[in-house]
């Protein structure tokens, strides 16, 4: 029987093996701030959501009914051998929040519901009941049933029109000549479905496009009938376009235009929804300004029958300005906040909460955020300490670590090198320890003792996407730029908004990789074909026999090695196949071997270990540059899935640094990157400048910063208050002359 220690301030870990982690055990304290460090891909995730965090939320859907878990899906215990003193794990992490066009920022904090009550209480005239201010219930706009948009269709973009139904005149996914949808067309008696769509007549061509939907007999069996439009717009239009496979979305981006609603001006409500007001705005205007504006608006009202809702809505209000979000309106869409954005958003919810003693479990929560904002970070997390919970952080910038009550280190490399306990301790110990953090907790990049000299200019002019205020400037060619500036200042807008589309331009950015849970490094970077082919000229086979996707996969679970269930009504449930054992091709195709290993074996090595291993050029070349963007701990075969978006970054740069010389976007490269890898990508994007690129960083990091030629620095702070260019020039100007908040931080890190 296990021994359950009496210590109950501790979180205790015995034995933890899940992913690379090497049978480790630690003791957390509880109702303190521990940070989680250690170079990408060391077992900081592994430990501290993979197990602590997973176990957790496995022991609460243990404590549901059995009905309620079929719903929910049973995680599985992770690989460790005892946990004790857990308690409820709230896991705040980078998921982008989904992007239904339904969702935003309002819906998501309960703000706008707050408002709609507000409304609904002192609005004049009234609307009604609080749902009669929702556009997802009774109050939207009938033209564009709350959306704020409406799509038009380019009929050419998914019809053929030289071809009647049964050749084929549907060109959408999904409509093929012996499919169900086109028998409907066909069977539907409006038209005759071997008549070229020129020939139709008018009326024809109506039934055939718009005809809403009406009852009809398909091979005797009753089935409804709607025009291809109508049934277009249900199956993919109304959808979230996100979370569709990427044929579905590059089909809908081909036709669907979307343009504001002309009834409702894009705000989403009924007309007589928009004479309602508080003093003088309705609560369209109300969603449409600034988070900060909106609370000093409420500010002035003083209306007793509404004081708690007020109140409550102030304070949500308050935390987002507070959390650096005060530049975000709440009609702003969910989907289209950043991964930092969505994980502060998530934050406020907490911040309201009346839970104590809970572990709550931030992964890098710095992302996206200016030394100036972090040092808002830091104070949300040290509340959320006082109030008794646990907090636990992965994190690499020395500015949260330095606030760690304890710090727990892992290493001492990269995945199969990783996995150990390097350190644990307070901040102090661990700078005088001989750890790789500790000896890079106090490194600081110095400024170029010699700037670059620009080649030319990227000039951009009157840019005035989202805040930006006219915003004229001239990028240096030829140079390292660092484009900076606190949360919301307008970097991206600037950027993207005026460069991205430019030719000769390659943005490198941290969105995800279209693909399947097929795709992993290898596929992507092209890197399997010199492996398939080095295989197969080792074994006199073809080399087809080596793809998962093709002839050499498994049949029982067609190469991915995971069969999912799809349980219908309730959760899908993945388990490894059992006739492969998860290595995904056939057991004939892993007797092949290339010097010693077969194919499941090579594409189970990290890149580090595929380099030594490949003598082939071209697939050495690409290797070599997984290993210079600092993925060298990536498996060959890892799931893209299972990739966060710092990873993505670097993979995608490591594909485009083959192309020829080119301006390069980056969007926070030091994502997920430990204070020693950071010198490596500085070097890396030292030699893509030497090499006669341009290299453009969106950046937070001061190593970055200091490392620049060119600095242009936004703000003065965001959102409304943002969108000017506040400086620009050499690094070494702006700490010697500038007093902008970027000015003053970089003073402090390169000590002038």
């Given at each position: 029987?296990?021994?359950?220690?009496?210590?109950?301030?501790?979180?205790?870990?015995?034995?933890?093996?899940?992913?690379?982690?090497?049978?480790?055990?630690?003791?957390?304290?509880?109702?303190?701030?521990?940070?989680?460090?250690?170079?990408?891909?060391?077992?900081?995730?592994?430990?501290?959501?993979?197990?602590?965090?997973?176990?957790?939320?496995?022991?609460?859907?243990?404590?549901?009914?059995?009905?309620?878990q079929s719903f929910m899906g049973s995680p599985s215990r992770p690989d460790?051998?005892?946990?004790?003193?857990?308690?409820?794990?709230?896991?705040?992490?980078?998921?982008?929040?989904?992007?239904?066009?339904?969702?935003?920022?309002?819906?998501?904090?309960?703000?706008?519901?707050?408002?709609?009550?507000?409304?609904?209480?002192?609005?004049?005239?009234?609307?009604?009941?609080?749902?009669?201010?929702?556009?997802?219930?009774?109050?939207?706009?009938?033209?564009?049933?709350?959306?704020?948009?409406?799509?038009?269709?380019?009929?050419?973009?998914?019809?053929?029109?030289?071809?009647?139904?049964?050749?084929?005149?549907?060109?959408?996914p999904n409509f093929s000549v012996d499919g169900w949808y086109v028998k409907?067309?066909?069977?539907?008696?409006?038209?005759?479905?071997?008549?070229?769509?020129?020939?139709?007549?008018?009326?024809?061509?109506?039934?055939?496009?718009?005809?809403?939907?009406?009852?009809?007999?398909?091979?005797?069996?009753?089935?409804?009938?709607?025009?291809?439009?109508?049934?277009?717009?249900?199956?993919?239009?109304?959808?979230?376009?996100?979370?569709?496979?990427?044929?579905?979305?590059?089909?809908?981006?081909?036709?669907?235009?979307?343009?504001?609603?002309?009834?409702?001006?894009?705000?989403?409500?009924?007309?007589?929804?928009?004479?309602?007001?508080?003093?003088?705005?309705?609560?369209?205007?109300?969603?449409?300004?600034?988070?900060?504006?909106?609370?000093?608006?409420?500010?002035?009202?003083?209306?007793?029958?509404?004081?708690?809702?007020?109140?409550?809505?102030?304070?949500?209000?308050?935390?987002?300005?507070?959390?650096?979000?005060?530049?975000?309106?709440?009609?702003?869409?969910?989907?289209?906040?950043?991964?930092?954005?969505?994980?502060?958003?998530?934050?406020?919810?907490?911040?309201?909460?009346?839970?104590?003693?809970?572990?709550?479990?931030?992964?890098?929560?710095?992302?996206?955020?200016?030394?100036?904002?972090?040092?808002?970070?830091?104070?949300?997390?040290?509340?959320?300490?006082?109030?008794?919970?646990?907090?636990?952080?992965?994190?690499?910038?020395?500015?949260?670590?330095?606030?760690?009550?304890?710090?727990?280190?892992?290493?001492?490399?990269?995945?199969?090198?990783?996995?150990?306990?390097?350190?644990?301790?307070?901040?102090?110990?661990?700078?005088?320890?001989?750890?790789?953090?500790?000896?890079?907790?106090?490194?600081?990049?110095?400024?170029?003792?010699?700037?670059?000299?620009?080649?030319?200019?990227?000039?951009?002019?009157?840019?005035?996407?989202?805040?930006?205020?006219?915003?004229?400037?001239?990028?240096?060619?030829?140079?390292?730029?660092?484009?900076?500036?606190?949360?919301?200042?307008?970097?991206?807008?600037?950027?993207?908004?005026?460069?991205?589309?430019?030719?000769?331009?390659?943005?490198?950015?941290?969105?995800?990789?279209?693909?399947?849970?097929?795709?992993?490094?290898?596929?992507?970077?092209?890197?399997?074909?010199?492996?398939?082919?080095?295989?197969?000229?080792?074994?006199?086979?073809?080399?087809?026999?080596?793809?998962?996707?093709?002839?050499?996969?498994?049949?029982?679970?067609?190469?991915?090695?995971?069969?999912?269930?799809?349980?219908?009504?309730?959760?899908?449930?993945?388990?490894?196949?059992?006739?492969?054992?998860?290595?995904?091709?056939?057991?004939?195709?892993?007797?092949?071997?290339?010097?010693?290993?077969?194919?499941?074996?090579?594409?189970?090595?990290?890149?580090?270990?595929?380099?030594?291993?490949?003598?082939?050029?071209?697939?050495?070349?690409?290797?070599?540059?997984?290993?210079?963007?600092?993925?060298?701990?990536?498996?060959?075969?890892?799931p893209l899935t299972t990739l966060s978006g710092g990873e993505r970054q670097?993979?995608?740069?490591?594909?485009?640094?083959?192309?020829?010389?080119?301006?390069?976007?980056?969007?926070?490269?030091?994502?997920?990157?430990?204070?020693?890898?950071?010198?490596?990508?500085?070097?890396?994007?030292?030699?893509?400048?030497?090499?006669?690129?341009?290299?453009?960083?969106?950046?937070?990091?001061?190593?970055?910063?200091?490392?620049?030629?060119?600095?242009?620095?936004?703000?003065?702070?965001?959102?409304?208050?943002?969108?000017?260019?506040?400086?620009?020039?050499?690094?070494?100007?702006?700490?010697?002359?500038?007093?902008?908040?970027?000015?003053?931080?970089?003073?402090?890190?390169?000590?002038?």
């Amino acid at each position: 029987m296990t021994h359950i220690a009496d210590n109950h301030d501790v979180i205790q870990v015995r034995g933890a093996r899940e992913n690379n982690l090497r049978d480790v055990s630690l003791d957390l304290p509880k109702r303190r701030l521990t940070v989680f460090t250690g170079v990408s891909g060391s077992g900081k995730s592994s430990l501290v959501f993979g197990t602590i965090a997973a176990e957790s939320q496995r022991m609460i859907n243990e404590t549901y009914s059995a009905f309620l878990q079929s719903f929910m899906g049973s995680p599985s215990r992770p690989d460790v051998d005892a946990l004790h003193n857990l308690s409820a794990a709230i896991v705040v992490d980078q998921e982008r929040m989904g992007a239904n066009a339904r969702s935003t920022l309002g819906t998501a904090t309960d703000a706008y519901t707050l408002l709609r009550i507000l409304f609904s209480r002192i609005g004049v005239p009234s609307a009604g009941s609080a749902m009669a201010y929702s556009f997802n219930a009774e109050g939207m706009c009938p033209a564009c049933e709350g959306l704020g948009k409406v799509s038009s269709i380019d009929v050419d973009g998914m019809v053929d029109r030289t071809r009647s139904i049964n050749e084929g005149a549907i060109t959408a996914p999904n409509f093929s000549v012996d499919g169900w949808y086109v028998k409907g067309f066909a069977e539907s008696g409006f038209f005759d479905p071997d008549k070229p769509l020129t020939d139709f007549t008018e009326q024809e061509w109506q039934d055939f496009l718009h005809r809403p939907a009406t009852k009809i007999k398909v091979n005797g069996i009753n089935t409804s009938y709607e025009g291809l439009v109508v049934k277009i717009q249900r199956m993919y239009l109304s959808k979230d376009r996100e979370a569709a496979q990427p044929h579905i979305k590059a089909f809908i981006d081909r036709i669907a235009t979307f343009a504001q609603c002309g009834e409702c001006k894009g705000s989403r409500l009924r007309p007589d929804v928009l004479e309602s007001r508080i003093d003088g705005r309705n609560i369209a205007e109300c969603s449409a300004m600034q988070v900060s504006d909106l609370a000093t608006f409420l500010a002035e009202i003083r209306e007793p029958s509404v004081g708690p809702v007020l109140t409550t809505l102030r304070h949500t209000l308050d935390s987002l300005v507070e959390i650096g979000l005060g530049y975000l309106s709440l009609d702003r869409e969910s989907g289209t906040l950043s991964g930092g954005e969505a994980q502060r958003v998530k934050m406020v919810r907490h911040l309201g909460s009346a839970l104590t003693d809970v572990t709550y479990v931030f992964d890098e929560p710095t992302i996206g955020l200016h030394p100036h904002d972090i040092r808002r970070m830091n104070n949300l997390l040290q509340r959320l300490r006082d109030k008794g919970n646990t907090v636990l952080v992965v994190e690499h910038k020395p500015e949260t670590i330095a606030i760690a009550d304890h710090v727990v280190d892992l290493g001492p490399g990269a995945g199969p090198a990783g996995g150990q306990i390097q350190f644990e301790g307070t901040v102090d110990e661990l700078r005088a320890s001989d750890t790789l953090t500790g000896r890079h907790l106090d490194h600081r990049v110095a400024l170029r003792p010699a700037f670059r000299e620009p080649t030319g200019q990227l000039t951009i002019t009157g840019a005035t996407l989202h805040n930006l205020k006219d915003v004229s400037v001239d990028v240096p060619l030829g140079v390292l730029t660092v484009v900076t500036g606190v949360a919301g200042s307008g970097k991206s807008s600037l950027i993207h908004g005026s460069l991205a589309k430019r030719e000769g331009v390659v943005v490198v950015d941290q969105s995800a990789i279209r693909g399947s849970r097929r795709s992993n490094p290898a596929t992507y970077t092209g890197l399997l074909d010199p492996i398939r082919a080095a295989f197969a000229k080792a074994n006199g086979v073809k080399p087809a026999l080596f793809s998962a996707n093709s002839e050499g996969a498994c049949p029982n679970c067609k190469g991915i090695g995971l069969v999912y269930m799809d349980l219908a009504m309730m959760a899908g449930v993945a388990s490894v196949c059992e006739k492969c054992e998860g290595k995904r091709f056939t057991p004939q195709v892993l007797e092949y071997r290339l010097r010693g290993r077969n194919i499941f074996e090579v594409l189970s090595m990290p890149v580090t270990e595929a380099r030594d291993f490949f003598t082939e050029k071209a697939a050495r070349a690409v290797l070599d540059r997984l290993s210079d963007v600092g993925l060298g701990y990536l498996s060959l075969g890892q799931p893209l899935t299972t990739l966060s978006g710092g990873e993505r970054q670097r993979l995608k740069l490591a594909i485009r640094m083959a192309e020829a010389a080119a301006t390069y976007i980056l969007d926070e490269p030091t994502t997920g990157l430990h204070l020693a890898d950071v010198d490596q990508l500085l070097a890396l994007l030292d030699r893509l400048v030497d090499a006669g690129n341009t290299v453009i960083v969106i950046e937070h990091h001061q190593a970055v910063m200091a490392h620049a030629d060119w600095i242009i620095d936004l703000g003065p702070g965001a959102g409304a208050d943002g969108g000017r260019v506040v400086f620009t020039g050499t690094p070494s100007d702006l700490v010697s002359v500038s007093e902008t908040l970027t000015a003053k931080h970089l003073r402090e890190y390169v000590g002038k």
